[in-house]
Antibody
Framework: EVQLVESGGGLVQPGGSLRLSCVGSGFTVRNSWMSWVRQAPGEGLEWVANVEPEGIEKYYVDSVKGRFSISKDDARNSLYLQMNSLRVDDTAVYFC????????WGQGTRVTVSS | DVVMTHSPLSLPVTLGQPASISCRSSQSLAHSDGNTYLDWFQQRPGQSPRHLIYQVSKRESGVPDRFSGSGSGTDFTLKISRVEAEDVAVYYC?????????FGQGTKLEIK
């Protein structure tokens, strides 16, 4: 079965950090554009970041620039999102998304930023 | 940023009847490479989003042919020819022609 599995979410205080991970199974991260998309409680989808297949060009929504960093490890077939200086409004389910011959979404990992 | 606007936001439909969702962008999504990067996603309750349509009208593998996409420039439409119970979901358009990529606010389809 082709899938992406996220991990690393949890409860963190404002100003804290978290690192989200996403591992591909049956899906090759190496050859794919990869994204993180988030969904705040009861809200719609928000694109957060993209990385191109070579892992060099990276793009971010303005609200996370300078705080979040997307990266990939082809050897581990994995995608990461390093999140620093977290704010209450970063609270959301974070989805890992792969763009190849098909578009694959993970099940999401929940991040809660609260004191 | 490109703003994507859905209408309607809520869509009650009778089983077996057609449904149509509109998505309008604040600027043309025609890319300099000649393509238009407009996607549609379906998110059923409690599930991750599912990719339905890319480049306006191309169906993702496995998507039933009752789903179709159309449009150009700034105006796009997702149509369901005959609504089934499993189509109850929130539908999102998304543009990938510009950075940052942006989603519409979604249209919630429910059975009347």
């Amino acid at each position: 079965e082709v899938q992406l599995v996220e991990s690393g979410g949890g409860l963190v205080q404002p100003g804290g950090s978290l690192r989200l991970s996403c591992v591909g199974s049956g899906f090759t991260v190496r050859n794919s554009w990869m994204s993180w998309v988030r969904q705040a409680p009861g809200e719609g989808l928000e694109w957060v970041a993209n990385v191109e297949p070579e892992g060099i060009e990276k793009y971010y929504v303005d609200s996370v620039k300078g705080r979040f960093s997307i990266s990939k490890d082809d050897a581990r077939n994995s995608l990461y999102l390093q999140m620093n200086s977290l704010r209450v409004d970063d609270t959301a389910v974070y989805f890992c998304v792969g763009w190849s011959t098909e578009n694959i979404w993970g099940q999401g990992t929940r991040v809660t930023v609260s004191s | 940023d490109v703003v994507m606007t859905h209408s309607p936001l809520s869509l009650p439909v009778t089983l077996g009847q057609p449904a149509s969702i509109s998505c309008r962008s604040s600027q043309s999504l025609a890319h300099s490479d000649g393509n238009t990067y407009l996607d549609w996603f379906q998110q059923r309750p409690g599930q991750s989003p599912r990719h339905l349509i890319y480049q306006v009208s191309k169906r993702e593998s496995g998507v039933p042919d009752r789903f179709s996409g159309s449009g150009s420039g700034t105006d796009f439409t997702l149509k369901i020819s005959r609504v089934e119970a499993e189509d109850v979901a929130v539908y999102y358009c998304m543009q990938r022609s510009y950075w940052p990529h942006t989603f519409g606010q979604g249209t919630k389809l429910e059975i009347k």
